[in-house]
């Protein structure tokens, strides 16, 4: 079964950027949806951005023009480039897998593998 690791988070003022990265080990991430989300204290889980097996990429309205998904097949790495950081963003960032077919999913229950998380702290 696949394996996620992230890697990334860090401390920005407002306006700032951010690379989170998510490496696959124990399978290819090509062979599955991608997604990642985020979680703030006393929310639940949101989804953030995904990227499916055919590249077709899905963002939640509040980070569409700000957060690009991307994927590298060589590195079998899946990447959220974050910029134009609010406060709001705020929040531990998952990386997941879906192994199943069909299209991209934004539900966090359709996903079966989940790295550790990140914490993303965006200060005013």
């Known amino acids: 079964q696949v394996q996620l690791a992230e890697s990334g988070g860090g401390s920005v003022q407002a306006g700032g950027s951010l690379r989170l990265s998510c490496a696959a080990s124990?399978?290819?991430?090509?062979?599955?949806?991608m997604g990642w989300f985020h979680q703030s204290p006393g929310k639940e889980r949101e989804f953030v951005a995904g990227?499916?097996?055919?590249?077709?990429?899905s963002y939640a309205d509040a980070v569409k023009g700000r957060f690009t998904i991307s994927g590298d097949n060589a590195k079998n790495t899946v990447y959220l480039q974050m910029n134009s950081l609010k406060p709001e963003d705020t929040a531990v960032y998952y990386c997941?897998?879906?192994?199943?077919?069909?299209?991209?999913?934004?539900?966090?229950?359709?996903?079966?593998?989940w790295g550790q998380g990140t914490q993303v702290t965006v200060s005013s």
């Open positions: 990227i499916g097996r055919s590249g077709r990429t």
């Open positions: 124990g399978g290819t991430f090509s062979g599955y949806n």
């Open positions: 997941a897998a879906d192994r199943n077919l069909g299209g991209l999913k934004t539900a966090g229950y359709e996903y079966e593998y």
